[in-house]
């Protein structure tokens, strides 16, 4: 059980948050990890469930079990479900950094946040390419024990992959592939292993660029000039990493009972196989904060809010898993 309950920020009001939230609480209430919502609370205050007003974290575990726990902040304007409103854009900068406070000071394990819409941010002056970045920004005065993140991990199921480049055009991939990005990513990654879940010594595998992981050099030189000569660097720290091996071998049953997490080298070649062994329950973590945080990996649902059919499974994977890296790191 953990001894503070996790923050989640109620990410855009007009999306599909506040639905998966409530969904969640529901999921939880009875056996989950406690949790408490900062955000407007007249967004869920017309479902089904019964919301308590609370004043601090300090009062989450009275009212769990019978009522979500809301820090209550309004927005300035309640939007349109499915139509995003920029005047709220402050509000919703504002819960993400009140979760993050929070968690920094002790009063919350961690932090989850609901999926943010960027376009809106973008227009009130958000500088960030997501949630990953903005919070290591905002916890990077806050000391880290080990190499400092952020690093992408996705989960779902028994797969872990970390990524080394996010959001980047294809074609830029290939020059952001460096010895010293790749190094950092299998370091963040083996430590958060070891601290965050559990493992005490993790086997990695990592991902080749090019078909056939270039095949000696036939199919491209990246693996063969950049990354074996940082596998062989990384296992002198004591790294269990392998060589580069086929992306299309590299996620069937069998070889993911192999490794503990995979380093991927882009997007899509590490969140094609999440989604695809599990579509609703994936999980979105970042590694090598001072803090856990999680996230559902999915987007704001404009499409679909308010219609009824938004799932809760990736929230509570997300709630589950901050709780587990929580109670690990505080053992660990």
Not at 85 to 112: K, M
Not at 138 to 164: E, F, I, Q, Y
Request: charged share 20%; with cysteine.
């Amino acid at each position: 059980m953990l001894a503070r309950p996790l923050a989640l920020s109620l990410g855009d009001p007009a999306g599909i948050g506040p639905e998966i939230v409530a969904r969640a609480w529901q999921s939880l209430r009875h056996d989950g990890p406690p949790f408490f919502v900062i955000g407007d609370a007249r967004l869920v205050e017309h479902s089904e469930i019964a919301v308590a007003q609370i004043d601090g974290p300090h009062q989450v575990n009275a009212v769990f079990g019978s009522a979500l726990p809301f820090l209550n902040r309004p927005v300035t304007v309640v939007p349109q479900l499915g139509r995003a409103e920029p005047a709220n854009a402050p509000s919703i900068i504002a819960w993400i950094e009140e979760a993050v406070d929070l968690t920094l000071g002790g009063f919350a394990s961690g932090v989850v946040t609901c999926p943010i819409a960027k376009a809106p941010l973008y227009q009130a002056g958000f500088r960030f390419p997501g949630h990953t970045e903005f919070i290591a920004d905002l916890t990077a005065s806050a000391a880290v024990k080990g190499t400092r993140g952020p690093v992408m991990m996705l989960t779902a199921a028994d797969l872990r992959v970390c990524l080394v480049t996010i959001h980047v055009p294809l074609a830029d991939v290939p020059g952001l592939i460096t010895s010293e990005r790749l190094c950092r990513t299998a370091r963040i990654t083996h430590e958060a292993l070891q601290r965050d879940f559990g493992i005490r010594e993790p086997r990695l595998a990592l991902a080749g660029l090019n078909p056939h992981a270039g095949e000696d050099g036939t199919i491209g030189t990246e693996e063969r000039d950049v990354m074996l000569p940082a596998v062989a660097q990384l296992r002198t720290e004591g790294i269990d990493i392998t060589a580069p091996l086929p992306a299309d071998t590299l996620f069937h049953s069998e070889a993911r009972a192999r490794y503990d997490a995979a380093i991927c080298l882009y997007h899509d070649q590490g969140l094609i196989p999440v989604k695809t062994l599990d579509f609703w329950g994936g999980v979105n973590a970042t590694l090598g904060l001072p803090i856990i945080r999680t996230s559902p990996d999915h987007g704001v649902g404009f499409d679909i809010a308010g219609k009824g059919v938004a799932r809760p499974d990736s929230l509570v994977a997300a709630i589950r898993l901050a709780s587990d890296m929580a109670q690990n790191r505080a053992q660990t």
